[in-house]
C-alpha cells in the first residue's frame, strides 16, 4: 500500500518563527488533506488539495502531485499551532484516505 | 455545515463486555465512512471503510469480529468493540464523506478497558 511520511517529526519553534512542514507520499494520489489534531484529540480540516496552492491566513499549502508531496507553510507560529498536524491521502483507486507519520509541533512562548 | 457526531467521548468498561460507539453525520448523507484508530504519540491507523447498506471493508490485521462495523443508514454508522479487553484501550475516531469530499472527523472517542 502507499506509504505517507512526514518531516520533520518533532518541531520546536518560537513564537512568531516560520516553519515548513513536508508530506512526502509513495504512490499517485486523488485527494489530499491536512489536519491539526489538538491536545483534546480533536482533529481539525485545515486544507483539502489534491494539488495547487491555497491560503487560509497564516497558514498556506501546496500539493505537487506529480512529485508525490505537499507542503504546509506555518507563519508567525502563534502557541496555539501546538499540536500534531498529519497529511492523509487517498491513493488512486483506494477510496480510503492513509495518514501520515505526523509532525508535533511545540509553539513556545 | 459537514458535522460528525461521535458518542460517547469517553468510555470506560470491564475486561470481557461490549462497548457500541456510535458516528452520524449531521447535516449530510454520508456515502462512505471510516473508522480509524489511534494509540498515544502515533498515527491514526485506518481499521475499516463502510458504504451504508454493505459489509464493512477491513483493513488486514483488523479482526472482523472483534469490531463489528455497521453502517445502517446514510447517517449512522456503528463500531462496537465485543469482548474488549486492555489491549483494546485506545482512542477511536470516525470520519464521513460524500462522493469525492474531504473528510470530516468525530471528536473520537477515548475507550479505557480496565
Known amino acids: 500500500g502507499i506509504q505517507v511520511e512526514q518531516s520533520p517529526p518533532d518541531l520546536i519553534l518560537q513564537e512568531g518563527a516560520n516553519s515548513t512542514l513536508r508530506c512526502n507520499f509513495s504512490?499517485?494520489?486523488?485527494?489530499l488533506q491536512w489536519f491539526h489534531q489538538n491536545p483534546w484529540g480533536q482533529l481539525i480540516n485545515l486544507f483539502y488539495?489534491?494539488?495547487g496552492t491555497k491560503q487560509n491566513g497564516r497558514l498556506s499549502a501546496t500539493t505537487v502531485a506529480t512529485e508525490r508531496y505537499s507542503l504546509l507553510y506555518i507563519s508567525s507560529s502563534q502557541t496555539t499551532d501546538s499540536g500534531v498536524y498529519f497529511c492523509?491521502?487517498?491513493?488512486?483507486?483506494?477510496?480510503?484516505?492513509?495518514f501520515g507519520t505526523g509532525t508535533r509541533l511545540k509553539v513556545l512562548a | 455545515g459537514a458535522v460528525v457526531s461521535q458518542h460517547p467521548s469517553r468510555v470506560i468498561c470491564k475486561s470481557g463486555t461490549s462497548v457500541k460507539i456510535e458516528c452520524r453525520s449531521l447535516?449530510?448523507?454520508?456515502?462512505?465512512m471510516f473508522w480509524y484508530r489511534q494509540f498515544p504519540k502515533q498515527s491514526l491507523m485506518l481499521m475499516a471503510t463502510?458504504?451504508?447498506?454493505?459489509?464493512?471493508?477491513?483493513e488486514q490485521g483488523v479482526e472482523k469480529d472483534k469490531f463489528l462495523i455497521n453502517h445502517a443508514s446514510l447517517t449512522l454508522s456503528t463500531l462496537t468493540v465485543t469482548s474488549a479487553h486492555p489491549e483494546d484501550s485506545s482512542f477511536y475516531i470516525c470520519?464521513?464523506?460524500?462522493?469525492?469530499?474531504?473528510?470530516?472527523f468525530g471528536n473520537g472517542t477515548r475507550l479505557t478497558v480496565t
Open positions: 504512490d499517485s494520489v486523488n485527494n
Open positions: 463502510s458504504n451504508e447498506g454493505s459489509k464493512a471493508t477491513y
Open positions: 488539495i489534491p494539488s
Open positions: 492523509a491521502v487517498e491513493a488512486t483507486g483506494t477510496y480510503k484516505y492513509i
Open positions: 447535516d449530510f448523507q454520508a456515502t462512505t
Open positions: 470520519s464521513a464523506t460524500v462522493g469525492n469530499s474531504p473528510l470530516h
